[in-house]
């Protein structure tokens, strides 16, 4: 939840509650996860109950198979790649993007970018 500089309020998440139905390529939002947030929003913000929603969006989103982000540096250091941030990207990205830039640079071993620990 964020409220943005002009009032209004973005509010997301709730996938984890929608396992099942939250698959696929299909770039809709879902009647339930919707309902979801609408509620976590009434229940901590009872004032804003009821309140118009004006944009709603959705997004396919990628996951790794062990749930955690994959990083690495191959052939020399020509290739940098970054994936399957599992829908944490925006808290992640700006440091795991660090450790790659430094370990592309030669200042920690590819190891080092891997545990984030650059």
Known sequence: LRQRA???LVLGGARHLHRHEEVGYADTTTPALQADLEAYLAMHFPDL???????????????????????GIQHDGRLVWMAGFTGHGMSLGFRAGKS?????????SADECLVFGV
């Open 49 to 71: 109950a009821g309140t118009l929603v004006d944009h709603r969006w959705s997004g396919v989103m990628g996951f790794s198979e062990n749930g955690l982000p994959q990083l």
């Open 6 to 8: 002009d009032g209004r």
């Open 100 to 108: 790659v830039a430094r370990a592309a640079l030669g200042y920690a």
